[in-house]
């Protein structure tokens, strides 16, 4: 089977919630972090405002030197949590379970067995429509907007999305790599630090193009490392997704654009959770000891409320009612929620399903 890796990335992420969420910033050079007047950085910057060179970690009386009518806005990091929540939820819907989220917007996924062609290319190209899709679902449920990589590993998938930005979509073909990588700076190669690249530079070696022609021995310039250094120089890279532990919980939410209390919302939408978490348990054969239910209002306030059961449960429909008797009991729509989220832990192995009856002696 070949390997197909796609890398997503949001675009300005941070600054791109706060324009969707105040339209009056759209189009705007906006800059998150401390205002100009105060000893602070920048957290992210707009498209708008990295045209006068802000950039994030900048001191912000820099970015205001450089970007005079830039707008500055204080970090909601809660906002961008959440946010990034209902994003992964998306990722894992579109992708599957192989997911590796690395940072607040960015993941990996392994869609290999979903995209299989006869070669290695056919299958990256097969992957596509999927990619397409995971934008446009961003794009009309979150109203943001994505970049997304395909290759054939986590290297070249990640450099495929730095390529081209904001909504980009870029495919690096296994035919194509080596002279893709060239012009990169080395800086640009996963595990190249500052320290690496001064080491790299003292000899002369300055583009990924140069370690690929590099005949010494890398090892001297950058120790033990210098072999794989030089395999990712002609994008040989074999690291596997980081999936994390066994998996001790299930869970799924949705957060609103607006905060709502309109109970059919609600219920439709504990109820898709419900299928959604349904769905995984049967994937891994579990099922599970406990439902949870969770909150957050307007303010940010965040609840959750679990029930434990005697018996396990698998079937969509227990994990919905247990999660509307939790809400109901602890009267926890009282006001309207940003978001709401169902799930479920104390997870045991599935027993091995039943015969059917015409199979029972
Ligand atoms: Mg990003």
Redo the contacts with the bound molecule.
Sequence with gaps: MHRVILHL???A?YASVEQRDNPALAGRPVIVGAPPTQRGVVAAASYEARKFGVRSAMPSVTAGRLCPDGVFVRPRMEAYRAESHAIMDLVRQSAGELVQQVSV??AYMDVSAQAQGAAADASLACALPLARRLKQVIRTQRQLTATVGIAANKLLAKLASDFQKPDGLTLIREAEKVAFLRPLPVRSLHGVGEVTEKNLSGAGLRTVGDLQDYRGDLRALVGSWGPELKRFAFGEDDRALDLGDEVKSISSENTFLRDTEDRPTLRACLEEQAADIAGKLARYRLAAFTVQVKVRYGDFTTLTRQISVEEPLHEAREIYRLGCWLLAREKLVHRPLRLIGLGVSGLIEAQARQLPLEFVA
Excluded: P
């Design positions: 990335d949001m675009d992420f917007d960015e």
